[in-house]
């Protein structure tokens, strides 16, 4: 961990600027901040894991998120010190932006514990942990793909690491959904509650917005609504072979990117960056 270097609301200091200019910046950002949430809330697992090769494997999952998100909020870094002349280190971006400046999918920040959770304090549900990295790293396998060819060379070259990630991520999730779906009574009720419960917030992540159209007009981004039809191809036939049922389209769409979260994120927020808020100025 290093202090703070600056600790202006990124929001705030791009407000100024037209979107033409810091679009490639907030898509980024985005991106980081999806991997530094999912990576945070699937650590949760660690030591708890409902057997052992699974808490290590999750343990492992959480740190490829977290080191995409390092090597994203480090291009967001240059991309600011460009645009602002303000300089920020990846811990700048994690541990003191607040609530509202995170641009993170609602789906990521929910907890594991499904549609009757209280507090990221309850019992967790594995299926909810599974369906959820299901979902997300088939979406990030299409997105991570066409990255590639982004414009902007240090994204590119993150996604061609993270693509690798992510496919080792959708291997190990769908395998599991099959287990589960395709097991025993309990088990399959509880994967067709846990997928039933977070569908719906798969629309926010499809949900084009100008961010995402001028980051994608500019080559840096992509519309992620032109990965959808390949996404569904894969979530139907691995819930096929698990013998879920697809839930029924909904026209929720939850705020995450937006900067407008669910409750249980300041939670999370409050256990990731207490230390760092707790030491300001620390470093080790």
């Not at 959770?117 to 959820?132: F, L, N, Q």
């Not at 990630?165 to 190990?172: G, I, K, V």
């Not at 691995?238 to 939670?267: N, Q």
């Amino acid at each position: 961990m290093t202090s703070s270097s600056d600790t202006t609301p990124i929001q705030a200091s791009l407000r100024h600027l037209p979107l033409s200019r810091s679009a490639g910046l907030q898509y980024i950002l985005r991106l980081a901040d999806n991997a530094l949430i999912l990576g945070q809330r699937n650590a949760e697992w660690c030591g708890h894991g409902p057997v052992l090769e699974e808490d290590i494997a999750l343990a492992n999952v959480s740190l490829d998120l977290i080191g995409q998100a390092r090597l994203l909020y480090s291009r967001a870094g240059e991309l600011e010190g460009e645009l602002t002349g303000r300089l920020r280190h990846e811990d700048d971006y994690a541990y003191w932006r607040d609530e509202r400046e995170f641009r993170n999918w609602t789906l990521l920040e929910l907890p594991h514990t499904g549609p009757l959770a209280g507090t990221a304090a309850s019992d967790r549900d594995y299926a909810v942990t599974i369906v959820r990295n299901f979902l997300y790293s088939a979406l990030m396998v299409e997105l991570w793909s066409a990255l590639q060819a982004s414009s902007d060379a240090g994204l590119a070259a993150i996604a061609a690491k993270s693509l690798k990630e992510a496919s080792y991520h959708l291997h190990h999730a769908g395998g599991w959904v099959v287990r589960l779906g395709d097991g025993t009574e309990e088990s399959h009720r509880r994967t067709q509650r846990a997928l039933d419960h977070l569908m719906p917030y798969m629309n926010e992540c499809f949900a084009t917005d100008a961010v995402e159209q001028e980051a994608t007009a500019q080559g840096v981004g992509v519309i992620a609504a032109q990965c959808r039809p390949a996404w569904t191809a894969t979530v139907e036939e691995t819930l096929a072979e698990a013998t879920l049922t697809m839930p029924a389209a909904t026209a929720f769409v939850s705020t995450g990117k937006s900067g407008l979260h669910s409750e249980h994120m300041s939670y999370l927020l409050a256990e990731m960056q207490g230390l760092a808020r707790a030491h300001p100025g620390a470093h080790w």
